[in-house]
Structures are given as C-alpha cells and as structure tokens.
C-alpha cells in the first residue's frame, strides 16, 4: 500500500497528492448546521432501510439496555421493530420480544402488557405521549430520530471514520426541539412539538454519522425527560443504527378488530 500511495505522487506530482490527501482528511463542504438540518430528506430519498436501536437509562441506580431491530419504510413512514426488554430484577426467564409498528401518529405493540390476549395489539396514540414517543416505545423511530436533526442550533465537523464498514462523515452538536417541530413533516410536527413541552430540556445533544450519499449511518441523541411525581431529571442515551438501504419494508398495520380494547395491568 505504501509503494502503491508513492506511486501515485509520482505520477501527479507532488502537489497533486498533497491536494488529494487535504480532500480525504479535510473537514467536507458545506456548513455543518444546514448539512445537518437537511439529513432526513437523503433518507426519504433512499426508501428505506434496516435499523437496530438502543435506548439507554439509569434508573433506580441501575443502568437498563433496551434493543430493537427492524426495518423502516421513510416514504410511508412506516417501520416494524422486534424490541427487547432486559432481564427483570428478579432473574426470571427472559422476556418474548414486544413486537412495534411505527406509523404517522400511532404505536401498535403486541406482547405488550399483561392480560392482553396473545393475538391481539395495544394502540397508542403518539399524540398523547408527552416524549412523542422518542423514548415510550422503548426505541426512538428512526425517521422522528432524523428530524430531530432538523431543529439543529449547532453543530461542528468531528472527522471522518467508518460505521459498520461504511466511510462516514461525523458532527456532533445540539438540536432545538421546538424548532426542530416547526421544520419537521406533518407526521412528526405534533409528535416533536409533544416533546419539546414534555422533556425537561428542549436541547438535545447529539452525535451523527453520515455517508458520502448524505444518509445517516449512526445517530445518537440524549434526551432528558421528568419521570413520574417526582418530576426528577432522567438521562436517555437514544442509537440508531441504519443500514441495508433499499431493503424490503413492507409494513402492515393491524385491522380494527385485532385491536385490543380492554384495561391494560402494569407489569
């Protein structure tokens, strides 16, 4: 490889290769902050993809991992995930994955809640969660991740690395929730908006990757949002990974009468 690079500055000329190696290690074109602001619509502009998420938060004095994996369709923005919750405190056997369908202001789970019959799926209004669902369904929705980028404040050029193989671009910054609503699609307007009111900050710091088509790779937001009565601060550590651009989505939704109606347990 090193006779190789010698090779080429020969054949260039030595200002030639200096130019190259100045373009490859060089912080890229454009202003990070509208670079940034634009993101979600390179996704869009690929279809769709795979995606595993990792929602992460200390509660209790114990620090919880929640994993999900799944495909996501940006176009109709709709995804199917198979999330996982850890183990419980007690060491029981682990947990049958909850199965999640995203779509445009709703959450549908099934294994999700005690008492609801094995065949049938819980509904959740997004528009009712005060986290617009960043953080509830135990995964942010990889397109709602996206947009949140769209509210970005800040934003600098970190370098450039790789991402499960692909050459990516990393910035890391700050997102303004409110503003990030006011910019956002019609689907995640009100579902961004809810957050803004219901987080305790409406600043979310960030880390990106994207890769040379402009896509996100990686995506990594910390939130922060009051729990309970106490309305004590709690850190939520949200990575979205993306991958498989172009696979498969082909999401469906529940029809009514798969719909489980009756009162919830708390488990």
Known sequence: MAVAGVVCCLGLGAAGCARSD??????????????????ADALVEAGSSRTRTSLEMATGGTRVTILGEGVYDYRNRLGRLEVRLPQDPAGAADRRPITELLAPGALYMKNRGAGVPADKWVR???????????????????????????????????????????????????????????????????????????????????????????????IRHRFSFLNGERR????????????????????????????YAGRIAQE
């Open 22 to 39: 100045a373009v490859a290690q060089g912080p890229p074109a454009g202003d990070p902050v509208q670079v940034l602001r634009t993101a």
């Open 124 to 218: 959740v209004d997004t528009a009712t969660l005060s986290d617009g669902n960043l953080v509830t369904g135990g995964a942010t929705d990889p397109f709602a991740a996206a947009e949140v980028l769209r509210g970005t404040s800040s934003a600098a050029f970190v370098g450039r690395t790789e991402v499960a193989g692909a050459r990516v671009r990393h910035y890391r910054g700050t997102a303004d929730l409110e503003a990030a609503s006011q910019a956002a699609s019609e689907v995640n307007r009100g579902p961004l908006g809810a957050a803004a009111k219901g987080f305790a900050t409406v600043r979310v710091p960030f880390d990106v990757y994207l890769d040379d088509e402009g896509r996100i790779r990686k």
């Open 232 to 259: 004590e601060p709690v850190a939520v550590a949200s990575t979205t990974l993306l991958y498989g651009f172009g696979a498969p989505a082909d999401v469906r939704l529940p029809a009514d009468e798969d719909i």
